[in-house]
């Protein structure tokens, strides 16, 4: 509330217009209650206030409640943010609560980088898979100000505040055992000088420095590393400023280790499709490249396939699907003729959106280029004349498996029975409504029609023989992988089903099956590179 009072002050001259998020975790009785004061309170500062009630499916966990109801909350805010345009957020830790997060993480065994604590401006955590939640900030003005001088400020302007009684249970949370430790009468004098809140705070400025530093040293680096990002590959190279044989010795201090470390890890954030990046694989990753001559020219990290040529150059890509991957980026989702869907989130690298042009298309998949594929996509490309060959030449550059990791839309496959069987929600059509949709002509019909044409043909268009080497690829996959359709959806089907290469903005079949500039694509889209978080 002292928060809420402070930026009354600060909303009234420079007439801005706030929201307020009171969030109610259900995890007591009485709490929806107190939300409804709460927000009372905040309306009568001319205050937008929102109570965001934190649903628990399964109930209420009964362990890591504090971390589960960490990321519920940060989610419920981000969410809200995003439906009304609100790009910061104002959040009222206090230095007791930054005291706390320190002592826990040591507790914890974390390294420098998580002692820092909370910091006063950072990015929204926790949210990904929520557009736009990357532009979110979040500000901590009040960190630096103890509990006790908060309350005396509400106490002094007549501020009604509330505290959550369950935060006096020691043995409800860690950080509330924590809160004993440090803040009671009983203990905190107990406690060994270097583990008391002074000293405590003293730490989290030094590392706090330390790392501003850090960071902009490894920008310095990054900015002389040529770096170029190619999105439609989601391809990323530079050229490290440091000799092709160096060894972690090329290192005056420990301190320059840290720096190469920091830019290696911004470069990954880049392109990674891992929600985070683990500090033990990026040690990995400087191990590897400043090892002399034993360096290797290819390995994998953070999920992306490394390779670096003799003249230095570095080029990053996702690392090639196995089984599980590949299931996990293969994404049913319907589409209307009425409105764009909402953005999604592909393999953690690619924004996306999508509405359909035709009235029987209610369905779409979003999947990796399959060896199947090819076949298809070779047809297509030469059919698009020049534009056909700038894929083809971004395709071919990409070594081996990689091929594999580029974005395809596909039809959804027909319902089971049609073509001999499929997989996923059905395209919603029923029996009645077929005849009608023979009459809505382009609109309709000529998709139905391509159905129709799937069904009917087995090889009629002298594709006989790409038809076999594609069977190959099926069964043996790349490189001996195994890579098998086992979800029942007909191969005549897969053959013709393309609708498009997002990235490359490549639309491959339009309402009479194959792809015409002067004719409506079947689907549209609008994709962008994820920026790192």
Not at 115 to 137: N, T, V
Not at 346 to 364: A, F, K, P, Q, T
Not at 384 to 404: Q, S, T
């Amino acid at each position: 509330m002292a928060l809420a009072h402070l930026t009354k002050t600060l909303a009234s001259e420079e007439r801005m217009a706030v929201h307020c998020f009171i969030v109610d975790h259900g995890a007591r009785p009485g709490s929806a209650r107190e939300a409804a004061k709460v927000a009372a309170i905040l309306e009568s500062y001319r205050f937008h206030a929102h109570v965001l009630k934190l649903q628990w499916p399964e109930g209420l966990p009964s362990s890591a409640f504090e971390t589960k109801a960490r990321i519920a909350r940060y989610r419920a805010i981000a969410e809200k943010c995003v439906q009304h345009d609100i790009r910061h957020v104002l959040l009222g830790h206090h230095s007791d609560d930054l005291a706390e997060t320190v002592l826990m993480r040591m507790i914890q065994s974390s390294r420098a980088e998580g002692l820092r604590g909370m910091k006063k401006i950072s990015r929204i955590p926790e949210c990904q898979g929520i557009y736009g939640a990357e532009e979110i900030q979040l500000g901590r003005p009040l960190l630096a100000i103890s509990k006790i001088r908060l309350k005396r400020t509400c106490r002094e302007e007549s501020v009604q505040w509330f505290e959550d009684p369950t935060n006096n249970d020691p043995s409800f949370t860690l950080r509330n055992s924590i809160r004993t430790l440090l803040f009671s009468r009983s203990t905190r004098k107990s406690l060994p000088l270097a583990l008391q809140k002074p000293q405590l705070i003293s730490l989290v400025d030094r590392l706090t420095d330390t790392e501003r530093f850090t960071t902009l040293k490894a920008e310095k680096i990054i900015a002389a590393s040529s770096v170029s990002l190619e999105v439609r590959t989601g391809t990323l190279t530079f050229k490290l400023p440091v000799p092709n044989d160096a060894t972690l010795d090329y290192f005056q201090t420990s301190t320059d280790a840290r720096i190469m470390l920091k830019a290696l890890t911004l470069l990954t954030e880049k392109v990674t499709p891992n929600e985070k990046i683990n500090r033990r694989t990026m040690l990995g990753v400087l191990a590897k490249i400043f090892n002399g001559s034993k360096a290797p020219a290819m390995f994998s990290a953070g999920g992306l396939t490394w390779s670096r040529d003799p003249n230095g150059l570095f080029t990053l890509r996702r690392s090639p699907h196995f089984t599980r991957t590949r299931l996990a980026a293969t994404l049913d989702i319907p589409v209307s003729t009425k409105s764009w869907t909402k953005w999604i989130l592909w393999d953690g690298r690619y924004w996306i959106r999508l509405r359909s042009n035709v009235e029987s298309v209610e369905g779409v998949i979003i999947r990796p280029l399959a060896p199947i594929d090819m076949a298809q996509l070779r047809d297509r490309l030469e059919q698009l004349g020049w534009e056909g060959k700038v894929v083809v030449a971004h395709l071919k550059a990409l070594e081996g498996n990689h091929l594999w990791t580029v974005p395809v839309i596909a039809l959804r496959p027909p319902e089971r029975g049609e073509l001999g069987g499929a997989r996923g929600p059905a395209d919603g059509r029923r029996e009645g409504e077929r005849e009608d949709e023979k009459e809505d002509g382009e609109e309709g019909g000529m998709v139905e029609g391509y159905r129709e044409e799937v069904e009917r043909k087995d090889g009629e268009e002298g594709d006989k023989k790409e038809r076999n080497k594609d069977e190959k690829h099926e069964d043996v996959g790349p490189r001996g992988q195994g890579y098998r359709h086992s979800d029942g959806v007909d191969r005549r089907w897969r053959e013709r089903s393309l609708v498009g290469l997002p990235t490359f903005g490549t639309h491959l079949m339009n309402r009479v099956g194959m792809a015409r500039p002067e004719r409506k694509p079947v689907v549209d889209w609008e994709i962008s590179f994820r920026r790192p978080i």
